[in-house]
């Protein structure tokens, strides 16, 4: 079974509410492309404008992060319900900036994955090793450590839906793209690591990204890998360079 290609914007910290409305009218025609999922994983406070924008598009609404707990005393927190309830299908979780900024680890992407899942919002889970690790020979192993404890206690039939990012550290923002085979290299390990934690039919099914520096010319070799079915693209996606990625071909 072919997988379906997902091509995921994260535009991060950027866009006010307004912008992020001129963005997506300029950004609506250029994504149509009913062949891929289109995703624009937004900040919170542009969740509804962009919803209200992108109307009508095949443009889907994700979200950049999200509490594992139900709701309360969370300050300044985004809970599960509050996501669904204006109808947010995705969110990124354990992406490297929050691993660092903000002290999330595995174990906390762990319990947002099953949070998740719980409210049928399906998590982009990224992992990604450090130049260091690279250097140190250790990728594999850092990398099979973060998918095997993000998706501890998810189940065969909720894996299957998830998409896994791998997005290697030192290649976000700074320009330098992964090669092709690095990427792919990488991106099979992690189906392995999926098939090794559940089987076959499950590795077979969930979607893996590649992100890290992707642009309108990078996209088309890297999206044709075997083990590559998309890509989670940040600064190219605030640009009109977004529309020649979805249509990589
Ligand atoms: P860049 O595409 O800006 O390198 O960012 C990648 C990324 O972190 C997407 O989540």
């Not at 997506?24 to 937004?42: I, M």
């Not at 130049?131 to 299957?160: P, S």
């Not at 099979?188 to 890290?212: F, H, L, P, S, V």
Request: glycine fraction near 8%.
């Amino acid at each position: 079974m072919a997988r379906r290609k997902i091509v995921a914007g994260n535009w991060k910290m950027n866009m006010t509410p307004s912008e992020a409305v001129k963005l997506v009218e300029t950004l609506k025609p250029l994504v149509a492309n009913e062949e891929v999922d289109v995703v624009f994983c937004v900040p919170a406070i542009d969740i509804i404008p962009v919803m209200e924008a992108a109307k009508g598009s095949n443009i889907q609404v994700g979200a950049e992060n999200m509490y594992f707990e139900e709701k309360g005393a969370y300050t300044g927190e985004i809970s599960p319900a509050m996501l669904t309830d204006v109808g947010v299908k995705y969110v990124v979780l354990g992406h490297s900036e929050r691993r660092e900024y903000f002290a999330e680890t595995s174990e906390t992407v762990n319990k947002k994955m099953l949070k998740a899942f719980e409210h049928g919002i399906t998590p982009i889970m990224c992992c990604g090793e450090s130049l260091e690790q690279r250097e140190q020979g250790i990728t594999m192993d850092w990398i099979r450590q973060q998918v095997k404890v993000g998706f501890l206690n998810v189940t065969a039939d909720q894996a299957k839906t998830a998409v896994i990012a791998y997005e290697p550290i030192w290649a976000i923002g700074t320009g330098k793209t992964a090669t092709t085979e690095q990427a792919q290299e990488v991106c099979a390990e992690i189906r392995k690591c999926i098939a090794e934690i559940y089987d076959d039919a499950t590795a077979a099914e969930i979607r893996i990204q590649y992100g890290g520096s992707v642009n309108a010319k990078t996209a088309p070799d890297l999206f044709a890998q075997a083990d590559i079915d998309g890509g989670l693209v940040g600064g190219a996606s605030l640009k009109e360079e977004f529309g020649k990625i979805v249509n990589y071909k």
